[in-house]
């Protein structure tokens, strides 16, 4: 049977395909006005925590490590397995404030230094060190998990970011993982795969857009 992926607005994976930048660094996303959904996966006591609370910080979860986001479903499935992985088997679609979010890009400061960026490689890690959110674009992927040349975004959260992130600026958790099981059975026949429907999230402030990289 179908699941209908709760809150999430669900469409056929191949249709948002055609209209994706083939290329790049995007954020790609679902969001609204108010909200955007990231994506996290956990083992069970973490992600059942998470859902009974509303919030994260329940069932094991550690606040003195850097606890990572994705924005993009497929790049999630590729990282989790598909929530096959050990301590992944949860996927969690975590809808949080834009304002918040965008704070995060705002803070973000590359994991590699980026010599087009940054003067030197001790400024860069001067920065690393006094920011408490990780920057990383890799390649995306398709449902087998094949490159792709666009890139998708991951942002890991630390310190008092991770705090706020988990407790101030969520709205809503929901574990999405018979989802993501039913739609694993369409990977080889991605013709009838539905995935949240997505598209490129708009970073406004120009100078944070042109520090993330973004195209």
């Given at each position: 049977?179908?699941?209908?992926?709760?809150?999430?607005k669900?469409?056929?994976?191949l249709?948002?395909?055609?209209?994706w930048?083939?290329?790049?660094?995007?954020i790609?996303?679902?969001?609204?006005d108010e909200t955007?959904?990231v994506?996290?996966?956990?083992r069970?006591?973490?992600a059942?925590?998470a859902?009974?609370?509303?919030?994260?910080?329940?069932?094991?979860?550690r606040?003195?490590?850097m606890?990572w986001?994705k924005t993009n479903?497929?790049?999630?499935?590729?990282?989790s397995?598909w929530?096959?992985?050990a301590?992944?088997?949860?996927v969690?679609a975590?809808w949080i404030d834009?304002?918040?979010?965008?704070r995060?890009?705002?803070?973000?400061?590359?994991a590699k230094?980026?010599?087009?960026?940054?003067?030197?490689?001790?400024?860069w890690q001067?920065?690393?060190?006094?920011?408490e959110?990780?920057?990383q674009?890799?390649?995306?992927?398709?449902p087998r998990?094949d490159?792709?040349?666009?890139?998708?975004?991951q942002l890991g959260l630390g310190?008092?970011?991770l705090?706020r992130f988990a407790?101030e600026?969520?709205?809503?958790i929901e574990d999405?993982t018979?989802?993501?099981?039913?739609q694993a059975q369409s990977i080889?026949?991605?013709e009838?795969?539905?995935s949240?429907?997505e598209?490129a999230y708009?970073?406004?402030?120009r100078e944070?857009a042109?520090r993330?990289?973004i195209?």
């Open positions: 049977m179908f699941h209908a992926g709760g809150r999430l669900l469409k056929p994976y249709g948002q395909t055609e209209l930048p083939k290329r790049g660094r995007v790609l996303a679902q969001y609204d955007i959904v994506y996290q996966a956990y069970k006591s973490i059942r925590a859902v009974a609370d509303g919030k994260l910080g329940g069932g094991g979860f606040f003195d490590r606890s986001i479903f497929m790049w999630m499935m590729y990282r397995g929530a096959a992985k301590d992944q088997e949860h969690l975590i834009r304002s918040g979010f965008d995060i890009l705002a803070d973000a400061v590359h230094f980026v010599p087009e960026l940054y003067p030197s490689q001790a400024a001067a920065m690393l060190k006094s920011s959110v990780r920057l674009w890799d390649p995306d992927r398709t998990g490159k792709l040349e666009r890139r998708a975004i310190a008092g970011t705090r407790s600026w969520i709205r809503h999405i018979p989802l993501v099981k039913e080889e026949e991605p009838f795969l539905f949240p429907a598209k708009p970073v406004t402030d944070v042109i993330l990289l195209d």
